[in-house]
């Protein structure tokens, strides 16, 4: 029994320990980005390839810089990274870094970047997915489709681009309804909550299920080339 008991304790100590480990890790590889950028400016050459290559391994293994917000942070890192491969003498290595950086800022659809781009948008599409909320009543839908509910106004001004992707989206099993907040009927005026106490937030954008319930919600339009995509994310989840 003391035995089994000692060999538990031990086992806890080693699992505690790999976890204490591994948070290490994870705090040392945030500061990799910063640490090459101080040994490119130190002109620390051999050490900012050291780091460099480290930091790549981890981008390319899908554990740092796995947002698409993080494009611009990888960008500078693989062009810090060339430059310690070009001082280094490793021009080709280092116009290959180049090379991704450009790929990288143009959104390619290159296979060069294809799998850092597939987990992206896995990881885009989860987040998307994880704003799902509670189920909530909504005064209209469409039986067997999902219905998109924009809630606009004339002099908001990230309303009309928001219009337009609505406008060329299509998508059969959905439908889209939108509402001039300036001639609201009554009772949908609880759906556009008020951003002081006389404006609305606006734009408001709503994914209702067949059944009438509300299941995403998202305040505001954030032009960021994938509105489309998460439009069909949503709608896809609404009609499960």
């Known amino acids: 029994m003391h035995t089994n008991r000692h060999a538990w304790k031990t086992k806890l100590i080693r699992v505690h320990s790999c976890a204490f480990v591994a948070q290490l890790m994870l705090s040392a590889q945030a500061n990799w980005p910063a640490q090459l950028d101080l040994d490119v400016k130190s002109e620390s050459w051999d050490a900012a390839a050291r780091v460099g290559a480290a930091l790549i391994e981890e981008i390319e293994a899908g554990r740092m810089f796995t947002r698409f917000s993080d494009v611009a942070e990888e960008v500078k890192a693989r062009r810090l990274y060339a430059s310690a491969l070009d001082h280094t003498g490793k021009i080709e290595d280092a116009q290959h870094q180049r090379s991704i950086a450009r790929l990288l800022l143009e959104q390619s659809d290159s ?29 209209r839908r469409a039986p067997d489709r999902a219905l998109i509910v924009a809630f606009w106004a004339s002099w908001c001004a990230p309303c009309k681009p928001e219009l337009e992707r609505l406008a060329s989206y299509n998508n059969p099993r959905a439908e889209l309804l939108t509402f001039d907040v300036d001639h609201l009927d009554p009772a949908l005026r609880e759906y556009v909550p008020l951003e002081s106490l006389q404006a609305p937030a606006l734009p408001q954008l709503y994914i209702v299920d067949p059944a009438g319930n509300i299941r995403f919600h998202l305040t505001g339009f954030e032009d960021d080339g994938f509105f489309t995509r998460k439009l069909d994310w949503m709608i896809q989840a609404a009609l499960k």
């Open 111 to 139: 296979s060069q970047i294809a799998a850092e781009t597939a987990r992206r948008l896995a990881n885009l599409k989860a987040d998307v997915l994880a704003t799902e909320i509670q189920p909530r009543p909504f005064p």
